[in-house]
Nanobody
Framework: QVHLVESGGGLGHAGGSLRLSCAAS????????MGWFRRSPGKQRELVAT???????TYADSVKGRFAISRDNAENTVTLEMNSLKPEDTAVYYC??????????WGQGTQVTVSS
């Protein structure tokens, strides 16, 4: 069963913008945190941004001021607006959901490539 469906991403240009969206299945209840992680070639997976059910956000230092995360609790969706893109933002981006019962779900990953 696919729990998280990601969309968006693809090819962007330095200084440009891209948007990622993720829809969580209705089978996932009591979602606490939603967010995005990424993995660049040769690097470990790293947190990009998260947003809690109350709207509290966290961002990696590398994306602060450039990326914005938002969520729709009624629709179980989370969106990442990526602005002022840099080539170092190139990575596979993974949607992430944690419930209040500490169950974790991961998306399949979507490729983001930023050309200089």
């Amino acid at each position: 069963q696919v729990h998280l469906v990601e969309s968006g991403g693809g090819l962007g240009h330095a200084g440009g913008s891209l948007r990622l969206s993720c829809a969580a299945s209705r089978s996932i209840y009591n979602i606490y945190n939603m967010g995005w992680f990424r993995r660049s070639p040769g690097k470990q997976r790293e947190l990009v941004a998260t947003i809690s059910s109350s709207g509290r956000t966290t961002y990696a230092d590398s994306v602060k001021g450039r990326f914005a995360i938002s969520r729709d609790n009624a629709e179980n969706t989370v969106t990442l607006e990526m602005n002022s893109l840099k080539p170092e933002d190139t990575a596979v981006y993974y949607c992430y959901v944690r419930t209040f019962m500490s169950d974790d779900y991961w998306g399949q990953g979507t490729q983001v490539t930023v050309s200089s």
